[in-house]
DNA sequence: ATGGGTGCAAATGCTTTGCAAGTAC
DNA sequence: GTACTTGCAAAGCATTTGCACCCAT
C-alpha cells in the first residue's frame, strides 16, 4: 500500500472512532478502490468493478461508504448535470476539473495550475480555508459542433 | 417583456428552426418562467409554480423544455450533491461563483475576471464552446476556523 | 453482549418514454 | 396534410431504506 493510502487510511479511521463507527472490511475495501481511481466512477461501475474481482459487497454498501468517504473529506461527488452521480478521491490525487458536453455528455477533463494559483488567493482574501473544489464547464464539444447544423 | 427576454426568446426561436422543431406556447411560457428565476430552481417546483398560474402544462414538457433550454444555452443544470437537479437561467444574469462552507454551509459569491479569462482559452484549446460554469470550492469559513478545534 | 454494519429486496422519487390526440407550419 | 409536440400514465433507473442477521469492539 502506498504511503498516500496508509495516511487516507488513518484519516478514516480516526474519522469512524470519533464517530462511534465500526471499521469494517468494507470500508477498507471500498476506500482503497476509491483511491486508486485516476479520473472519476459511478457508483454502479464501482460496484461491478469491485464483484469483477470477486469482493462480495452490496451496492446498498458501496453507496454508504462513498457518503462516509465524502464526509471525511476522503472523496468527492459530482453530477455533470446528468441523473447519476460521479465519485473521485480527493486524496493524494492531481486534481483536475471538468469539461462537460451537454450534448453527447462527454466528460474532458483539465487541470491549470494558474487557475488554481488565483483560487487560493481568492480563498486568502475571504480568510476561507480551502478542502476541495469542483469546477466545471459545460457546453459544446468539438465534435458536437460538427454536427450541429 | 424586457429586452434581455426578447433576446432570449430569438435564441431560442432561431434553435428551434434551425432544428426544424415548432414554436409553442409551451416553451415560450417555460422560457419566461426560467429566466424570471434569482437563482435556481427544481423541476418540480418550477411545475407547481406555473400550475399555480394556472398554466397548464405537464411535468414531462417541462422536463424537455428545460432540456431544450439547455441545448440553447439559456439555462443551466446543477445538482449540489443531492439527487434532483436544479436549474437556473444564464442569459441576462450576472455570473458568480461560490465558496461553500462545509460546516455552516455559508455561501460566499465570487467573481474573478482572470479566471474567466483563463478558461476561455482552455476551452479554446479544446475546441470547446463554453456555454455556462459552475465553480465551487469548499471548505472553512472564517467563523468556523475560529471554532474548530 | 451490544449496538453498529451488511446484504437483500422492496421502496422511493426524480426523470424519461410510448402512444394517441393535438397543433404549428 | 405532415410530422413535430403535448399530456398522460407507465416505465426506467439511480439511490435509499427496512429488516433480519452478522460482526467489530
Given amino acids: 500500500m502506498s504511503k498516500a493510502n496508509k495516511e487516507a487510511l488513518q484519516i478514516l479511521k ?11 472490511p468494507e470500508r477498507e475495501i471500498i476506500l482503497n478502490e476509491v483511491l486508486a481511481i485516476k479520473s472519476h466512477i459511478e ?12 469482493v462480495r459487497v452490496s451496492r446498498a454498501t458501496v453507496y454508504r461508504t462513498l457518503d462516509l468517504l465524502i464526509k471525511c473529506g476522503l472523496a468527492e461527488k459530482n453530477s455533470f448535470g446528468q441523473n447519476h ?16 458536453c451537454n450534448f453527447c455528455e462527454k466528460v474532458i477533463e483539465f487541470h491549470n495550475e494558474e487557475i488554481e494559483r488565483i483560487q ?3 480563498c486568502k482574501n475571504f480568510d476561507f480555508k480551502p478542502l476541495s473544489h469542483t469546477h466545471q464547464i ?12
Avoid: W
Fill in 14 to 24: 480516526k474519522y469512524l472512532k470519533k464517530n462511534n463507527m465500526r471499521y469494517t
Fill in 120 to 122: 487560493n488567493q481568492i
Fill in 85 to 100: 452521480a460521479h465519485y473521485e478521491p480527493i486524496f493524494g490525487q492531481d486534481h483536475h476539473d471538468h469539461l462537460i
Fill in 43 to 54: 457508483a454502479d461501475s464501482l460496484f461491478a468493478k469491485l464483484h469483477n474481482k470477486g
Fill in 138 to 149: 459545460f457546453g459544446v464539444c468539438s465534435d458536437c459542433q460538427k454536427e450541429d447544423n
